[in-house]
């Protein structure tokens, strides 16, 4: 975390990772992430890249995430969040997308309430599956 203001303050980082199954599989990891926080405002984001190659194909997925996070008063913040995950990024179908909207309350210390609502779009196929999840997080 790199603080460039008193209310500014940045992040990066990256990883790579690979593992070899014993059937011959590889798998590299190559991901990336960043930060970005202004006064009450948070913004988070990471990208990563699958790379996996089995008996000579090699496919190349692909994962994102973006989070935005406001808090209108201690205690009380508003998520908005974006996910995307494309398995095969070769091909032109099979991505998944997500959007995300919610708030975490803390009515007390140490106990946290999310109720989030996520829209998700498939592709090619557009199916109902919304979703809606209520987090509860106790923090000893």
Known sequence: MFKVSEDVNLGIGGDVFTKKDASG???TLFGGFGSFSYENLSILGEADLREETVSGTKTTGLVTFVEVDYVVIPGLD???GYDFYDPDKDLETGAMSKYSFGVEFFP???VEVR?????VKDDPVNIKN???QLLLHFYL
């Open 25 to 27: 599989a590889k798998t």
């Open 108 to 110: 007390i210390s140490g």
């Open 78 to 80: 508003l998520k908005l």
């Open 130 to 132: 919304d979703e809606f």
């Open 115 to 119: 109720p989030i609502y996520s829209i």
